[in-house]
């Protein structure tokens, strides 16, 4: 599926297409990110678990409105799981990105 919000859908593809550019672009200079509730250095944490990882993002289905993510993530550095992807979208900018595992929120 593809993700409703056009900013969201963007980051998506920049991820799977492993465009460390156009992912950065599409944030707030401030975004945050924490990963299952603990703030983590946003740049470093994406570079090590997404481009680095060659991660793959396939969303399955999305819930509140959009904004947010269960998806289905392969990537060389821990597999395959199911994630959650919380974004908090302001105009065309992401400024807050909230994931962990999906099951910690009980999804499956």
Same mark, same amino acid.
């Given at each position: 599926?593809?993700?409703?919000?056009?900013?969201? @859908?963007? +980051?998506? !593809?920049?991820?799977? %297409?492993? $465009?460390?550019?156009?992912?950065?672009?599409?944030?707030?200079? #401030? @975004?945050? +990110?924490? !990963?299952?509730?603990? %703030?983590? $250095?946003?740049?470093?944490?994406?570079?090590?678990?997404?481009? #680095? @990882?060659?991660?793959?993002?396939?969303?399955?289905?999305?819930?509140?409105?959009?904004?947010?993510?269960i998806v289905a993530v392969h990537d060389?550095?821990?597999?395959?799981?199911?994630?959650?992807?919380?974004?908090?979208?302001?105009?065309?900018?992401?400024?807050?990105?909230?994931?962990?595992?999906?099951?910690?929120?009980?999804?499956?």
């Amino acid at each position: 599926m593809t993700p409703s919000n056009p900013t969201v @859908a963007a +980051l998506v !593809d920049a991820v799977n %297409a492993g $465009d460390r550019t156009a992912f950065y672009a599409l944030l707030t200079g #401030d @975004a945050v +990110l924490t !990963d299952d509730g603990v %703030a983590r $250095d946003l740049a470093e944490w994406c570079d090590s678990n997404l481009f #680095d @990882a060659d991660a793959r993002l396939t969303p399955q289905r999305e819930t509140m409105g959009g904004s947010r993510l269960i998806v289905a993530v392969h990537d060389d550095k821990w597999g395959d799981m199911t994630t959650y992807w919380d974004f908090t979208v302001d105009g065309d900018k992401i400024g807050r990105i909230d994931t962990g595992q999906a099951a910690a929120i009980g999804e499956a």
